[in-house]
Nanobody, 126 residues
Framework: QAHVVESGGGLVQPGGSLRLSCASS????????IGWFRQAPGKEHEGVSCLSSTDDSTYYADSVKGRFTISRDKAKNTVYLQMNSLKPEDTAVYFCAADPFTVVAGNCPPFPLGAWGQGTQVTVSS
């Protein structure tokens, strides 16, 4: 498990873009599975995108497919979530989770309790 910190959230107009970052100062994330999740008021916790620890294969929820991209920058020990064509329904608190043992295979699995960051707010509104 890794202590991770999210950043990059903010207020953006519909159709705009944001790039979220998930970084750790304690652990090298190269071989960690990474998950981006979001929680909006009154909605279920949703796995948005996940990245495998072994082959960097990816998963995207249908709601973001084609608009969001997850990527790993090993030099910066950071995983990004590039969010384009943002919609009001993307408004949520976005959380990053990182764990070396979680298996990402065609979905965003549950991550251990200690693997989560504090979250960053994304608001899409005109």
């Amino acid at each position: 498990q890794a202590h991770v910190v999210e950043s990059g959230g903010g207020l953006v107009q519909p159709g705009g873009s944001l790039r979220l970052s998930c970084a750790s100062s304690e652990f090298t994330l190269d071989h960690y599975a990474i998950g981006w999740f979001r929680q909006a008021p009154g909605k279920e916790h949703e796995g948005v995108s996940c990245l495998s620890s072994t082959d960097d294969s990816t998963y995207y929820a249908d709601s973001v497919k084609g608009r969001f991209t997850i990527s790993r920058d090993k030099a910066k020990n950071t995983v990004y979530l590039q969010m384009n064509s943002l919609k009001p329904e993307d408004t949520a608190v976005y959380f990053c989770a990182a764990d070396p043992f979680t298996v990402v295979a065609g979905n965003c699995p549950p991550f251990p309790l200690g693997a989560w960051g504090q979250g960053t707010q994304v608001t899409v509104s005109s």
